[in-house]
């Protein structure tokens, strides 16, 4: 089989591709696996609950019931929901914008596809454009969605350490130097995978940088503002016309549904819109049409503040806990837990690589993710990144506190 440089690249392994097959994997083989690699939310009755009753509803009724599976949306998804959501942002915290800065896709993952290669890759005038990530390491989705090599640049972060065995990346601005080929800067907030928060003053400034520099600042919000609302820490939700803010009803607790959206001035909705009707025809129904009430309503505050925020801070609490217990005198760090559902253990002067950590867990029945995929764009050579892995917390508690303990025997055993 002859495959082409796109086919090549694609059909290759990869982190995101890796970590998704062994997720399969597990549910089918060995069902017993301790999942703690991936980024399945939590199941929250009360929220399923909700949109169990809004599901019901549509189907009781015969037109919406139509809607949701006998038609096409347009590229730009949902008309009533954007109209809503739209209205609820702009009701929430001021943002001048309308449904027409609003664009919905098929999970985010898909979005950050199109996004990425309309800003970065071969350029008209036969230059080549790099998406900058101001803060590694970032979501290992992002890695290989690049039509052509090196398509990522990083900077290395500074490294704050606090007390009780914590620490906390910030941005080096020190250290961040974009030129002529940066066609975006890119950041996840909260951090995935380390559930890192920027501040309100890191954001500020990287949005000085961009305008300065005249590309877009696109800041991924699938676990953050202003909704899941996976926070534990103040922050103020940001978006103005240079910047592309995304979105996702995942972390909500709806990750099969695949809804993503996207929020950014009107020409870049246009040319998303216009790539994702050669990508996708059209976007799923379910997702806008159960949460189209909870905007308009306020639902969504009720679901998040109350049910949401409290079952993670909750559940990131108790597993710090548990790893100072069961760590005891390794080397360790954990970075502090700012939002999102993963702690990120930092194993300071591991002996062995992360791929190995992660190898010999899994043949214990414990699956993380090892922290090195999560380094992509960064050029020098860096030992810290070698020394990671990323936790979910968000299963079974009884097996969450099982997977700890394993952890905690291999990170022993490799200092041994």
């Known amino acids: 089989m002859k495959l082409s440089v796109f086919g090549t690249k694609f059909a290759r392994n990869s982190g ?3 970590l998704m097959d062994d997720l399969g994997s597990a549910l089918v083989e060995n069902p017993g696996m301790i999942m703690m690699g991936g980024g399945n939310p939590g199941r929250l009755p009360e929220a399923e609950a909700i949109f169990q009753r809004r599901l019901e509803s549509i189907l009781a009724d015969p037109e919406k019931r139509h809607k949701l599976f006998g038609r096409y949306q347009s590229p730009r998804g949902d008309h009533e929901f954007r109209i809503e959501l739209a209205a609820y942002l702009k009701k929430q915290f001021g943002w001048k914008l309308n449904e027409n800065n609003i664009a919905i896709s098929n999970g985010s993952q898909s979005a950050f596809f199109v996004l990425l290669n309309m800003f970065a890759g071969e350029m008209p005038d036969g230059s080549r454009k790099s998406i900058h990530l101001p803060l590694t390491p970032e979501y290992l989705g992002y890695a290989d969605s690049g039509l052509s090599e090196d398509f990522f640049t990083a900077t290395r972060p500074e490294i704050e350490l606090l007390d009780d065995n914590l620490f906390k990346y910030r941005v080096d601005f020190s250290r961040l130097e974009l030129d002529d080929s940066s066609g975006a800067l890119c950041v996840s ?9 920027l501040t309100d003053g890191e954001v500020a400034h ?3 940088i961009a305008r300065e520099r005249g590309i877009p600042l696109i800041l991924d919000g699938a676990y953050g503002l202003p909704f899941p609302n996976i926070l534990f820490t103040d922050a103020t939700p940001h978006w103005n016309e240079n910047t592309i803010l995304v979105l996702s009803l995942s972390k909500l607790g709806m990750p099969g549904v695949r809804t993503g959206i996207i929020v950014a001035r009107d020409e870049i909705i246009h040319a998303y819109a216009n790539a994702n009707g050669i ?3 059209a976007c799923g129904n379910i997702g806008p049409a159960i949460a189209t009430e909870m905007f308009r309503s306020g639902e969504i505050e009720t679901l998040t503040r ?4 409290p079952f993670y801070r909750q559940r990131a609490t108790k597993t710090v806990n548990a790893f100072r217990e069961a760590l005891g005198d390794v080397p360790y760090r954990i970075h502090k837990p700012e939002g999102a559902f993963f702690l990120w253990l930092w194993f300071e002067g591991l002996p062995i690589s992360s791929q190995e950590l992660y190898e010999r867990l899994k043949k214990r029945g414990v699956l993380v993710v090892p922290g090195h995929h999560c380094f992509f764009g960064l050029k020098e050579h860096w030992p810290h990144s070698q020394e990671c892995i ?3 917390y968000v299963q079974d ?3 969450v506190r099982r997977g700890i303990g394993i952890i905690a025997d291999e990170a022993r055993e490799a200092y041994s």
């Open 16 to 18: 995101i591709v890796g």
């Open 390 to 392: 990323r936790v979910s």
């Open 397 to 399: 508690e009884e097996q």
């Open 279 to 281: 990508v996708n025809l």
């Open 306 to 309: 109350g049910y949401v925020t």
């Open 206 to 208: 990287l949005d000085e």
């Open 189 to 197: 907030r909260p951090t995935n995978p380390t559930g890192n928060v």
